[in-house]
C-alpha cells in the first residue's frame, strides 16, 4: 500500500487524500493504480516529449544568435531531469514487483503448507478420537473381564467349599462301604442275608428265611430290598415283595437310622416265613390275594363268589385264622350255616373246606 502511495504521489498529488490514510481511501488508491498502470505508456509519450521541448528550450536561451546554433556542437546527453527520475521510478517500481511477487509466492507456498497441515490434523483428529473410541470400549470390555473374573473366583470358592464337603461326605461312605464289605461275609453266614449290589447310589440285598422243621418242603421265596442313597445323608428303602408285612414299602431316614431299618424289615420276613411259605404255596392250587396290611386273605371261590378269612398275630404259633365274610355278587352270605370240624383250623384247611362246601 505504501508503494501504491508513492506512485500516486510521484503522478498527481492531487489523487491523495490529506485528510487520513483510511481502509476505504487506500482501496480507492488501488483503483486508480490500475488506471494509471494502463495510461503509463501515454504518459511516457508526454514525458519525453516534455524533456525534449526542455532541452530544445534550454538550448535556445543560451544561444546569442541563429549563426550560433548552426555551428555549436551537440550537447551531452544530461544525466539528471525527469528521465532519470523516471527511470529510477520504473526500475524501483519494477524491483517492488518482484519483491511482491516473490513474497506472494512465499506466501502461496506457506498457505499450501497450512492447508496440508490442517488436513494432516484434521485426520490425527479423527484418528485420536477413533483411538478414544477403541480406548473406552476397551475400558468397558477389560471392566466386564474384572467383574466375569471377580464372579469366577467367587463360583471357584463355593465350588471349592462344595468339593471339599462331597469329598469328606465321600471319605464317610467309602469307610462305611469298607465296614460292610467287612461284615457281609459274617452276615450271610448268621442271618441268610446276600449282598447283591452295591455301589455310591444303591444297595440291594436278599433275605432268606432260616431253614426250620415246621416248614414245608416249598422253599419260601427270599425277600429283596433295595437301599437309595442320596446326597443329604439320607436313604430310601423298598421292598420288592409286598406279602412281607412291613409298615411301609418305601422307607426314608438319615444313614445312622439304616441298620435298623434293615433288621426290622429281616425281623418281619423272618416272623413271618411260615405265613409266607403256606401263602406261597396256597397260591399253585386256589384263587387268592393277600394284603399283609390288613393281614387278610381273599379266596375267589367262584367269579362271584369271594371269602375273606383274617389271619392273627403270631400265626401260625400262636394266632390263629378265621372266616371273616363270604360275598355272593356283592352282598354278604350268612355264614352260620357253615359248621367247620374244628375251629381253629389252618389257613389251608379253611381253603380245603371252603372250598368243598355245598352251602356257599
Not at 41 to 56: A, C, Y
Not at 108 to 117: L, N
Not at 289 to 313: F, G, T
Request: net charge neutral; proline share 4%; aromatic share 4%.
Amino acid at each position: 500500500m505504501a508503494d501504491v502511495r508513492a506512485v500516486l504521489q510521484r503522478c498527481d498529488p492531487s489523487l491523495l487524500d490529506p485528510s487520513g490514510d483510511s481502509e476505504s481511501d487506500c482501496a480507492e488508491a488501488a483503483g486508480m493504480v490500475l488506471y494509471l498502470t494502463d495510461s503509463r505508456r501515454v504518459q511516457k509519450v508526454l514525458w519525453r516529449q516534455l524533456f525534449v521541448l526542455d532541452s530544445m528550450m534550454s538550448l535556445l536561451e543560451g544561444l546569442d544568435s541563429a549563426q550560433q546554433l548552426m555551428t555549436q556542437s551537440s550537447p551531452p546527453q544530461p544525466e539528471g531531469g525527469a528521465r532519470g527520475r523516471w527511470k529510477a521510478l520504473k526500475a524501483e517500481i519494477r524491483s517492488g514487483v518482484e519483491e511482491t511477487e516473490a513474497l506472494l509466492r512465499s506466501l502461496q507456498d506457506k498457505v499450501q503448507q497450512i492447508h496440508s497441515k490442517r488436513h494432516t490434523l484434521t485426520h490425527l483428529v479423527q484418528q485420536l478420537r477413533s483411538k478414544k473410541q477403541q480406548c473406552d470400549q476397551l475400558g468397558e470390555s477389560l471392566q466386564k473381564a474384572q467383574n466375569a473374573l471377580r464372579s469366577c473366583d467367587h463360583r471357584l470358592t463355593q465350588l471349592k467349599a462344595e468339593s471339599e464337603a462331597a469329598l469328606a461326605q465321600l471319605t464317610g461312605w467309602q469307610r462305611l462301604r469298607a465296614e460292610l464289605q467287612r461284615l457281609v461275609p459274617a452276615v450271610q453266614g448268621l442271618m441268610q442275608v446276600n449282598l447283591l449290589s452295591f455301589n455310591k447310589s444303591e444297595l440291594s440285598v436278599e433275605f432268606r428265611s432260616r431253614p426250620s422243621s415246621n416248614l414245608s418242603a416249598c422253599e419260601l421265596e427270599p425277600l429283596k430290598v433295595s437301599v437309595n442313597w442320596s446326597h443329604d445323608d439320607r436313604f430310601t428303602l423298598q421292598a420288592n415283595e409286598c406279602t412281607v408285612g412291613l409298615q411301609e414299602d418305601w422307607m426314608l431316614g438319615r444313614r445312622a437310622e439304616l441298620g435298623a431299618t434293615l433288621l426290622e424289615a429281616m425281623q418281619c420276613y423272618q416272623g413271618q416265613a411260615e405265613l409266607l411259605t403256606e401263602i406261597q404255596a396256597l397260591r399253585s392250587s386256589f384263587a387268592i390275594d393277600w394284603n399283609p396290611a390288613q393281614r387278610l386273605l381273599i379266596y375267589l371261590k367262584s367269579a362271584s363268589l369271594v371269602c375273606h378269612l383274617e389271619v392273627e398275630e403270631g400265626y401260625p404259633s400262636s394266632g390263629t385264622a378265621r372266616l371273616l365274610s363270604v360275598r355272593r355278587d356283592g352282598k354278604p352270605l350268612d355264614t352260620s350255616v357253615l359248621k367247620p370240624p374244628k375251629t381253629d383250623l389252618s389257613l389251608t384247611k379253611w381253603l380245603v373246606f371252603l372250598c368243598s362246601s355245598d352251602l356257599i
